[in-house]
């Protein structure tokens, strides 16, 4: 092959076929010998034993990030195939790399943007192939499966990192600290006019000038250019029941693509293309999507990177950080929706109502929009926090994100903020390997303990603070604790015996009136207490010396000063 029209893509062969994993890879390495200024380059491992890839687009032939970062340009990175039975991304990723060498007007969208591509995350999951796994899909004829190799859900690993992919990727996207992230899907859920849905990063969970930035200017002039391109697209269609009671925004929480962006103060979108309408409609439309954001960055780029420089000197400096949202319902906007008419009849199969979507009944009308989510829990940002080195794996995730860890270089004995866990709920089934934990109520002390040479510290006031405010933050939805990193604490490791504690009790409460009248109280306010010794010795046991105090201490301490 010579020349870079004759490269054609197995999609643009058949319309209903996406590329196989080994067809993605080496349809680029061909690419690439055919374009120098195209880097194909396998970077690390994934659970499957085969590499991930990133492909850099660098219109002056330069690959290394830090000096084009010095040269001004901004980062564009492409996410393909985190669930490969979603892969319009794959076959749209290809041919835009190629066309934007191909076509001499679409060469300049490069001048000051550099595109990095992963051209297909789940690797295990591609290969994985088969034609059923998406029942509620058009097309196309094949395609992956949305578990990896170890049937773990990509979309919900980027803090965790259970998988070799996830560890890999924390680590290319710290490497290349995009200001845009891009990661395509295809939706599931109710039935509409428009091909192309969209996530944004939720504006209440991005810094001040970035979210701005993003409403303000990039958004409109996205779903502007979309819709001059014949692919109107409309936010994610994220319904309670049907799109005519109204929709809401989603809340990206760190373990998700866009919500792990956020944390690196990136500005972050996942196009969900409609899942019934056909395959070619939806690798079309995410073309046109990612050729739109090149369009805005070309014209837009250095006020993009200045709204994230303000943004990340903000962040350092920011002394309070929320760590929790919710959705605001008093908060109701109103969108123009193109949906089509929600009927019900009975049911073939269980002969009971059952809901349908009548496509020669279209309509457009405004619906409620709810897109606000207010801060529930704030916290004072710490000067430092600090944890023991047995949590070596806490300590490589925040350093794969670009957060500084420091060793301590002797001793440190001091009086720190520290938390007990004084209560939490814990999901009833595994959840992607895990038990999350949440709704966690803290008993915060000022408490007199000791860390060791060559345990963490990690000092805010970088870069990188809201990644080390949400993963160390123990009520944080999206924090280590929730991922259980810290479940050891939760289990009391000593305990007494009956008959020896007694003389010990009854010696406690007669040296100590204030723990005596803290006992008789409770005896003579709860019937079952009074009746259950064991429960009695329990009481005193857990407010004596002999208790044990790592029982529920959130090992991570806070430096306030």
């Not at 916290?379 to 944890?387: E, G, S």
Request: proline fraction near 4%; hydrophobic fraction near 35%; glycine fraction near 4%.
């Amino acid at each position: 092959m010579e020349k870079l029209s004759d490269l054609k893509t197995g999609y643009e062969l058949d319309k209903n076929t996406t590329a196989t994993y080994a067809e993605t890879i080496a349809y680029y390495e061909q690419l690439a010998g055919l374009e120098p200024s195209i880097s194909v380059q396998a970077y690390g491992m994934t659970d499957s034993g085969f590499p991930l890839h990133e492909v850099i687009l660098s219109k002056d032939g330069n690959f290394d990030p830090k000096e084009i970062k010095t040269q001004g340009k901004l980062v564009l990175f492409l996410n393909n195939a985190i669930h490969p039975g979603e892969p319009c991304g794959v076959d749209a990723s290809m041919m835009l790399a190629r066309d934007l060498f191909l076509n001499k007007d679409m060469q300049s969208l490069l001048d000051k943007t550099v595109v990095v591509i992963v051209p297909f995350y789940n690797i295990g999951g591609g290969l994985n192939r088969g034609e059923f796994s998406r029942a509620n899909q058009d097309g196309p004829q094949a395609y992956g499966f949305r578990g990896n190799a170890k049937n773990l859900d990509l979309n919900r690993d980027f803090i965790k990192c259970d998988s070799e992919n996830a560890k890999t990727f924390n680590k290319l996207y710290t490497k290349w600290d995009p200001e845009i992230f891009i990661d395509n899907h295809t939706s599931n859920g109710a039935d509409y006019q428009y091909s192309m849905t969209l996530i944004a990063t939720q504006k209440d969970k991005l810094q001040e000038d970035l979210a701005n930035y993003m409403i303000q200017q990039m958004l409109p002039d996205l779903y502007s250019k979309m819709e001059q391109k014949d692919w109107e697209m409309t936010p994610y269609v994220y319904a309670q029941e049907t799109p005519d009671d109204g929709i809401m925004g989603f809340l990206d929480l760190p373990r998700y693509s866009s919500g792990y962006a956020a944390l690196h103060n990136s500005i972050s979108f996942m196009p969900e293309t409609h899942m019934l309408k056909p395959y070619t409609n939806r690798v079309e439309s995410t073309y046109a999507f990612m050729l739109s954001m090149l369009e805005h960055i070309a014209s837009n780029g250095d006020n993009i990177i200045k709204a994230r420089k303000k943004s990340l000197e903000k962040v350092r400096a920011q002394k309070e950080m929320p760590i929790r949202w919710e959705l605001d319902k008093e908060k109701v906007d109103k969108l123009m929706f193109k949906g089509y008419e929600a009927k019900y009849k009975k049911s073939e199969v269980t002969g009971l109502d059952r809901l349908y979507y009548d496509q020669s009944a279209p309509w457009e009308k405004e619906i409620d929009f709810y897109d606000s989510y207010k801060t529930i829990k704030k916290i004072t940002k710490p000067k430092a926090y600090v944890f023991p080195q047995a949590y070596r794996e806490v300590a490589e995730r925040l350093e794969w994100n670009g957060v500084k860890v420091e060793r301590l270089e002797s001793d440190m004995e001091a009086n720190f903020e520290m938390y007990y866990i004084e209560k939490l709920e814990t999901v009833s089934s595994a959840y992607e390997g895990h038990y999350l934990h949440y709704d966690l109520e803290l008993d915060v002390v000022n408490k007199q303990w000791r860390y060791n040479k060559g345990d963490y510290i990690v000092y805010t006031g970088q870069d990188a603070d809201r990644y080390i405010v949400e993963c160390l933050e123990p009520q944080a939805a999206d924090s280590y604790f929730a991922w259980n990193f810290f479940d050891g604490i939760l289990a009391q490791k000593e305990y007494f015996s009956s008959y020896v504690f007694e003389e010990i009790a009854s010696e406690l409460l007669a040296n100590d009136a204030t723990l005596k009248k803290k006992f008789e109280e409770k005896k003579s306010t709860d019937r079952k207490f009074a009746e259950n010794a064991r429960a009695q010795l329990n009481f005193i046991y857990k407010r004596s010396p002999h208790y044990e105090q790592t029982h529920k201490l959130y090992p991570v301490a806070r430096i306030l000063d």
